[in-house]
């Protein structure tokens, strides 16, 4: 190699176009070091094995662990990995120290870097600080907030409400109504809990009345309808703020549904039961290796037969031989690979001191799944566009640095240099070609409610299938109090 | 030999270009406590102690603490009661609080007394002093002095965001209300309004 540099360095008259594909061959191979910051399989692995064997605090110790590996580019994702196990771990406060965190980072992330943009072109989108989708970032405060919820710091929990609702006032003013997530079920229904929890049964009313329209409106994709105790929570509320037009036309679209009215669950204490279920998706690459000639459609489709009786991608191989080819263009695009949740609901029983149960079933309340694959529907026009156009680019510039060698070595060396140098800035455009595929994969894939209202006093809690978070906890309950609990379940 | 040296030179601005951006350094600052920094838009140590300046201002101005010394013959006695949080933030209402306080008992026509987070160790610190403490020492209880009034209030938002520009609308509430008749003596607001910017791209 340093022959090859030394014998175009000794160009007279080329002088530019030596130096120019050495420096593109430098650039990408430079931005490719730069750009290795895609997320660890390992990391996440480990990480669901911790949970699976009932221990979160190791996993949001190999979180800790994995900070160089998230790297500058993700401190987003650092934080909302990281505070979302910290919750599970039941270390509340620092769980909200690091999504606070996320999501002022967040808000710098709104500043796009030029540089940063230029490198993600030239390599891959990996090179760019992630921002997180919409729908994680309301999550960032739905976490928040159960976790002051949780600490019964509902004062709090009702600043996250607040931000919440600012967040998704934005979103809809930004997103075309019917086109996409501008609106979260989920995230209001919450808000309403919290808001009936410190006694404000005007605001529960309104982000009760928000969650069932942000329902209504998500139907088409969101695999989540109304959860029937929403229902219930319309009747009771409207019904105490005497909004008789309101209650009536509730009364009339919910006549099956069962109800209690507020001066009878005022005497009460309620038990709500966040159940996060499963895993949310994760995202592996798509090639799409476009070929420019018919021998290089040969060899396209011979190396796809190879991977496909070899199951997997291997990176090296098609490295090695689209470099030589020099005639393929690689796209890398996400795909959302679902890992469903095998529970479709708890059952959660308080029984009191004279061993008499109440029982009650969870019910859906959000599908993360379903908010990852509108999301990324979304976003993948663009991602498309950005990834042709990204492929189009790296190839030119490699094509430039290898005629530029080519001239600079003079006819007896051009063969052999136009192949090295080929192998070299084609086979680092293949290489760096990766699809972006970080996402917040602590997340589960659904999350349940379920809610129970019983008389003032001692309860042992029993939630089955259970899982980490719950284990035979004694409660002491006082009238008009909401405790708020939170549950893993794996499967 | 020259033009190796260029070519060489140039790779190494291409290598040190891509490498740049990547140091950073940490520089601290001593100034003065009492400088605006305005460095996020949101609340901060300097719209409490302006707030709690404006509002003891406005409240020693009202007649409500004239009237009272008159009548009674002695300096009022207030207790804190809640500040409630109705923002869009985690607002340390402590702070605010004990700058007010500050600021009220400073201008010695008000006396203070201990608020209901307070109480409940200072009862017990008597309780322990007559279990341990020499008896000319001892604290005797039924000794409090109640309050005359309770200083209510709130700290509330209203956000405003678009294109990158957010406006940030802050209101303090505080109401001085006499215990014995539950008659509102006094009526405090101070309104902040902040805009914050931010560019959409970045060198």
Same mark, same amino acid.
């Given at each position: 190699?340093?022959?090859?540099?030394?014998?175009?360095?000794?160009?007279?008259?080329?002088?530019?176009?030596?130096?120019?594909?050495?420096?593109?061959?430098?650039?990408?191979?430079?931005?490719?070091?730069?750009?290795?910051?895609?997320?660890?399989?390992?990391?996440?692995?480990?990480?669901?094995?911790?949970?699976?064997?009932?221990?979160?605090?190791?996993?949001?110790?190999?979180?800790?662990?994995?900070?160089?590996?998230?790297?500058?580019?993700?401190?987003?994702?650092?934080?909302?990995?990281?505070?979302?196990?910290?919750?599970?771990?039941?270390?509340?406060?620092?769980?909200?120290?690091?999504?606070?965190?996320?999501?002022?980072?967040?808000?710098?992330?709104?500043?796009?870097?030029?540089?940063?943009?230029?490198?993600?072109?030239?390599? /891959?989108?990996?090179?760019?600080?992630?921002?997180?989708?919409?729908?994680?970032?309301?999550?960032?405060?739905?976490?928040?907030?159960?976790?002051?919820?949780?600490?019964?710091?509902?004062?709090?929990?009702?600043?996250?409400?607040?931000?919440?609702?600012?967040?998704?006032?934005?979103?809809?003013?930004?997103?075309?109504?019917?086109?996409?997530?501008? /609106?979260?079920?989920?995230?209001?229904?919450?808000?309403?809990?919290?808001?009936?929890?410190?006694?404000?049964?005007?605001?529960?009313?309104?982000?009760?009345?928000?969650?069932?329209?942000?329902?209504?409106?998500?139907?088409?994709?969101?695999?989540?309808?109304?959860?029937?105790?929403?229902?219930?929570?319309?009747?009771?509320?409207?019904?105490?703020?005497?909004?008789?037009?309101?209650?009536?036309?509730?009364?009339?679209?919910?006549?099956?549904?069962?109800?209690?009215?507020?001066?009878?669950?005022?005497?009460?204490?309620?038990?709500?039961?966040?159940?996060?279920?499963?895993?949310?998706?994760?995202?592996?690459?798509?090639?799409?290796?476009?070929?420019?000639?018919?021998?290089?459609?040969?060899?396209?489709?011979?190396?796809?037969?190879?991977?496909?009786?070899?199951?997997?991608?291997?990176?090296?191989?098609?490295?090695?031989?689209?470099?030589?080819?020099?005639?393929?263009?690689?796209?890398?695009?996400?795909?959302?690979?679902? &890992?469903?949740?095998?529970?479709?609901?708890?059952?959660?029983?308080?029984?009191?001191?004279?061993?008499?149960?109440?029982?009650?079933?969870?019910?859906?309340?959000?599908?993360?799944?379903?908010?990852?694959?509108?999301?990324?529907?979304?976003?993948?026009?663009?991602?498309?566009?950005?990834?042709?156009?990204?492929?189009?680019?790296?190839?030119?510039?490699?094509?430039?640095?290898?005629?530029?060698?080519?001239?600079?070595?003079?006819?007896?060396?051009?063969?052999?240099?136009?192949?090295?140098?080929?192998?070299?800035?084609?086979?680092?455009?293949?290489?760096?070609?990766?699809?972006?595929?970080?996402?917040?994969?602590?997340?589960?894939?659904?999350?349940?409610?379920?809610?129970?209202?019983?008389?003032?006093? &001692?309860?042992?809690?029993?939630?089955?299938?259970?899982?980490?978070?719950?284990?035979?906890?004694?409660?002491?309950?006082?009238?008009?109090?909401?405790?708020?609990?939170?549950?893993?379940?794996?499967? | 030999?020259?033009? /190796?040296?260029?070519?060489?030179?140039?790779?190494?601005?291409?290598?040190?270009?891509?490498?740049?951006?990547?140091?950073?350094?940490?520089?601290?600052?001593?100034?003065?406590?009492?400088?605006?920094?305005?460095?996020?838009?949101?609340?901060?140590?300097?719209?409490?102690?302006?707030?709690?300046?404006?509002?003891?201002?406005?409240?020693?101005?009202?007649?409500?603490?004239?009237?009272?010394?008159?009548?009674?013959?002695?300096?009022?006695?207030?207790?804190?009661?809640?500040?409630?949080?109705?923002?869009?933030?985690?607002?340390?209402?402590?702070?605010?609080?004990?700058?007010?306080?500050?600021?009220?008992?400073?201008?010695?026509?008000?006396?203070?007394?201990?608020?209901?987070?307070?109480?409940?160790?200072?009862?017990?610190?008597?309780?322990?002093?007559?279990?341990?403490?020499?008896?000319?020492?001892?604290?005797?209880?039924?000794?409090?002095?109640?309050?005359?009034?309770?200083?209510?209030?709130?700290?509330?938002?209203?956000?405003?965001?678009?294109?990158?520009?957010?406006?940030?609308?802050?209101?303090?509430?505080?109401?001085?209300?006499?215990?014995?008749?539950?008659?509102?003596?006094?009526?405090?607001?101070?309104?902040?309004?902040?805009?914050?910017?931010?560019?959409?791209?970045?060198?």
């Amino acid at each position: 190699m340093s022959q090859v540099l030394s014998r175009f360095t000794h160009g007279g008259s080329v002088r530019w176009s030596v130096a120019s594909p050495i420096c593109c061959s430098v650039i990408l191979a430079g931005l490719i070091l730069l750009a290795g910051c895609g997320p660890s399989t390992n990391r996440y692995l480990l990480i669901e094995q911790s949970l699976l064997a009932g221990d979160p605090a190791l996993a949001a110790a190999i979180v800790e662990q994995n900070v160089k590996e998230y790297g500058t580019k993700s401190r987003v994702l650092y934080g909302m990995d990281r505070g979302m196990t910290l919750q599970l771990a039941g270390d509340y406060q620092q769980s909200n120290s690091v999504l606070e965190q996320a999501e002022e980072e967040v808000e710098r992330l709104y500043t796009r870097i030029i540089r940063s943009e230029t490198a993600a072109f030239l390599t /891959n989108d990996n090179a760019l600080p992630y921002e997180g989708d919409a729908y994680e970032h309301v999550m960032i405060n739905v976490v928040k907030a159960l976790n002051y919820a949780v600490q019964g710091q509902i004062q709090e929990a009702l600043v996250e409400a607040r931000r919440i609702d600012h967040r998704l006032n934005l979103l809809s003013d930004k997103v075309r109504e019917g086109s996409g997530y501008r /609106n979260d079920g989920f995230a209001r229904y919450l808000s309403g809990m919290l808001y009936e929890a410190d006694g404000d049964l005007n605001n529960a009313f309104i982000a009760y009345r928000n969650a069932f329209d942000a329902y209504e409106e998500m139907r088409g994709w969101s695999r989540t309808p109304a959860p029937p105790s929403l229902r219930a929570d319309l009747l009771r509320t409207t019904d105490a703020l005497h909004l008789t037009a309101e209650f009536q036309r509730y009364r009339q679209a919910f006549p099956d549904v069962a109800w209690e009215p507020v001066t009878t669950q005022e005497q009460l204490a309620q038990v709500v039961l966040i159940s996060y279920n499963g895993r949310a998706p994760r995202k592996e690459d798509i090639y799409l290796d476009l070929p420019i000639s018919l021998d290089a459609l040969q060899l396209v489709l011979l190396n796809r037969g190879l991977s496909q009786s070899r199951q997997r991608w291997n990176r090296g191989t098609d490295t090695v031989l689209y470099g030589l080819s020099g005639q393929v263009v690689r796209v890398a695009l996400p795909r959302l690979v679902p &890992q469903k949740t095998q529970v479709p609901s708890e059952s959660m029983t308080l029984t009191d001191l004279s061993g008499r149960p109440v029982a009650v079933r969870s019910e859906p309340a959000l599908n993360v799944t379903a908010l990852a694959e509108k999301s990324l529907a979304d976003r993948m026009p663009l991602i498309t566009a950005k990834a042709l156009a990204r492929a189009a680019t790296k190839f030119a510039l490699a094509e430039g640095a290898t005629r530029g060698a080519q001239q600079a070595a003079g006819k007896d060396a051009a063969p052999w240099v136009g192949l090295l140098v080929g192998l070299l800035t084609k086979g680092l455009a293949v290489a760096s070609e990766e699809a972006d595929k970080r996402s917040w994969q602590t997340l589960p894939d659904e999350i349940h409610v379920a809610r129970a209202w019983v008389a003032p006093g &001692q309860y042992q809690v029993s939630i089955q299938p259970s899982g980490h978070g719950n284990e035979a906890q004694l409660l002491t309950l006082a009238p008009g109090q909401t405790t708020f609990l939170i549950q893993r379940v794996m499967q | 030999m020259i033009q /190796n040296t260029r070519g060489g030179l140039r790779i190494a601005a291409c290598a040190v270009l891509l490498l740049s951006g990547c140091g950073h350094e940490t520089k601290v600052t001593r100034v003065d406590a009492g400088l605006v920094t305005d460095l996020s838009g949101r609340w901060n140590d300097s719209d409490s102690r302006m707030v709690a300046e404006s509002m003891v201002k406005e409240a020693l101005e009202y007649p409500w603490l004239g009237n009272f010394p008159q009548v009674n013959r002695r300096q009022p006695v207030v207790v804190v009661g809640t500040v409630l949080n109705n923002s869009h933030e985690h607002i340390n209402v402590q702070t605010f609080i004990t700058d007010l306080e500050r600021e009220l008992t400073n201008s010695q026509k008000v006396t203070f007394v201990a608020g209901k987070g307070e109480r409940d160790e200072i009862r017990t610190e008597r309780k322990e002093q007559a279990m341990h403490a020499r008896e000319e020492t001892q604290k005797a209880p039924g000794k409090e002095t109640g309050a005359d009034y309770m200083m209510k209030g709130s700290i509330a938002t209203i956000l405003d965001e678009a294109d990158g520009t957010k406006a940030i609308f802050y209101q303090v509430d505080l109401q001085m209300i006499d215990l014995e008749s539950n008659v509102k003596v006094w009526f405090g607001q101070k309104k902040i309004k902040k805009v914050v910017e931010k560019k959409r791209t970045s060198f």
